[in-house]
C-alpha cells in the first residue's frame, strides 16, 4: 500500500510538472523580417509540429510589430483556434507568393474555427486589429523569406 502511495504520488507530481512546463509561452523561436508595404513584421517562426501546436499560446502581450509566421511543409486547408491563447489575434492566411487568401478577427480563450479559404503553407498571426489599422486587406501581398516573389 505504501509502495503505491508513492508510485500515485511520483506520477502526479511528474504530471503536474509537465502540465506546467507546457503552458509557458514560446518565445524563443527563429526569426524572420517581413513586410507589408513601408510596415516591418517581426515574425516568428512555428515550423515544427509541435511549435505549431502551441503557437501563441499562453501569451499575455506582444509588441504591435510582433507576429507568428506557421510554416507547412505542404499545402493544406488550415484551420485555427483560440483555445489557452490570452491576446486576441487577427490570422491571415497566405499564398506562396506571400498575397493575403483570407483574414479573420478570433477572439481569446475560444475553440471556434478560423479556417483558410484554399490550401496554404503559411499563415500569420498578428494582435487583433493590426492589419485593419495599417491599411492591410486581402489581396495585397507581404514580402521577405520565405515567400517567392516571381519577378
Not at 513586410?35 to 505549431?52: F, K, N, Y
Not at 484551420?79 to 493575403?100: Q, R
Request: glycine share 6%; aromatic share 8%; with cysteine.
Amino acid at each position: 500500500m505504501k509502495n503505491s502511495l508513492v508510485v500515485f504520488l511520483a506520477a502526479l507530481t511528474v504530471t503536474s510538472t509537465v502540465t506546467r512546463a507546457q503552458e509557458v509561452p514560446q518565445k524563443n523561436l527563429q526569426r524572420t523580417t517581413l513586410s507589408a508595404g513601408i510596415h516591418q513584421i517581426d515574425a516568428q517562426l512555428a515550423i515544427t509540429p509541435a511549435e505549431h501546436a502551441i503557437g501563441l499560446m499562453y501569451r499575455k502581450e506582444m509588441e504591435q510589430h510582433e507576429g507568428m509566421l506557421f510554416v507547412f511543409p505542404t499545402p493544406a486547408l488550415q484551420c485555427f483556434w483560440m483555445k489557452n491563447t490570452l491576446i486576441p489575434l487577427t490570422v491571415a492566411f497566405l499564398a506562396d507568393d506571400g498575397m493575403i487568401l483570407n483574414m479573420d478577427d478570433m477572439k481569446p480563450q475560444t475553440e471556434e474555427s478560423h479556417c483558410s479559404i484554399k490550401s496554404v503553407r503559411y499563415v500569420l498571426e498578428m494582435n487583433r486589429g493590426w492589419f485593419a489599422k495599417k491599411g492591410i486587406k486581402v489581396g495585397m501581398k507581404l514580402t521577405g523569406q520565405p515567400f517567392t516573389n516571381p519577378k
